[in-house]
């Protein structure tokens, strides 16, 4: 079944890249966040702040863990496992979309071989789930301020969703209008325009604060980039030899079976 | 590639399997954004707390 192996091919696509992720989180952007939340204790709430950052969409405020009433993990182990079973499930979430995608590929008669396939797919993935977004939406360290959090939310999506259908629309549409098409669902976030508030992101601290936060999220945009792409080169490698060796043989098997057979079948490499 | 088999498969048998491929497939990708979902947008305070490093790191809306 070919479900089964996705589920298993994307889980074990899903360990490996968590773990490598949470290793170098634990070394790259946890010191960064750390610092940030130290910070955070000395923040004034603003106006702005409770009612445009901390609402959320049931209308609970929230203080980044601080409330006694919300389970939060302990610092330390517990959170680095906390941080560990989410960035499995974000590997996962993402090896099955680029395993799905692939297997759609090989459907429609794609020639190329495993590898560079799930190259290819995932730069798609990159664009689409995290560079484009990040565009209108900078990476963010704890106790900015922003717009309300459900407007960033849908932003996300549009861009997200925009930069996906861009590139279908380059890989599956033969017709040369395929870049018109292409270059306006990339274009549909930026024309929205991303909600961002009028004030100061950072004005509910002190001068000396704000200096050490922009400092450090300007390190955190850094950071959190040369992190994405080792997260999507480590997907697209071992996506590309799950896929080669546990759903190729089967989507093949299944094609054989199939009126899709007469495509032209991707080549294993030797 | 074409079928090797001498016995031809029944015209409803070809569509079914492919069906079938696509389904799961769709599967697949529709468990992989509600995990997504899950991780990266559930509202839920557990949720939010739980993967908190993981949504700024990934460039997702937090608070």
């Known amino acids: 079944m070919i479900f089964r192996r996705l589920i298993w091919a994307a889980l074990a696509v899903a360990m490996l890249v968590g773990g490598l992720q949470s290793g170098l989180q634990q070394w790259q952007t946890m010191p960064i966040i750390l610092a940030a939340e130290g910070l955070e204790s000395q923040k004034v709430e603003t ?45 996962f979430s993402m090896a099955l979309l680029v395993l799905a995608v692939m297997a759609v590929c090989q459907w429609r008669g794609s020639a190329l071989r495993a590898l560079p396939l799930a190259a290819w797919v995932a730069a798609a993935g990159w664009l689409s789930f995290h560079f484009w977004p990040s565009l209108g939406l900078h990476a963010e360290i704890p106790g900015m301020d922003a717009a309300r959090l459900g407007s960033r ?87 590309g030899l799950a896929f080669q060796r ?18 032209p079948a991707m080549k294993a490499p030797q | 590639m074409t079928s090797s088999t001498t016995t031809p498969i029944p015209d409803d048998q070809r569509v079914s399997a492919t069906r079938s491929l696509l389904l799961q497939l769709c599967a697949g990708a529709v468990l992989g954004l509600v995990v997504l979902y899950g991780v990266a947008f559930a509202e839920s305070p557990i949720a939010h707390n739980a993967a908190h490093d993981v949504r700024h790191v990934t460039v997702k809306p937090c608070h």
């Open chain 1, 246 to 263: 546990w759903l190729h043989p089967a989507v093949a098997a299944v094609l054989e079976r199939s009126d899709a057979g007469c495509a």
């Open chain 1, 153 to 239: 939310q849908g932003w996300w999506v549009l861009a997200a969703g925009g930069a996906a259908l861009a590139c279908a629309a380059v890989a599956l549409v033969r017709s040369p209008l395929r870049w018109a098409v292409a270059a306006g669902w990339l274009a549909l976030p930026f024309v929205v325009g991303a909600p961002h508030i009028m004030a100061d992101p950072l004005a509910g601290f002190t001068r000396e604060a704000q200096v050490a936060l922009r400092q450090l999220g300007s390190q955190f945009i850094w950071t959190t980039a040369w992190l994405s792409l080792s997260f999507w080169l480590s997907i697209g490698v071992l996506a």
């Open chain 1, 47 to 91: 106006a702005l702040a409770v009612a445009d950052t901390h609402a959320h969409g049931d209308g609970a405020a929230h203080d980044h863990g601080d409330d006694a009433e919300t389970w939060t993990p302990a610092d330390g182990v517990e959170r680095q496992i906390w941080t560990w079973v989410a960035n499995v499930l974000h590997a």
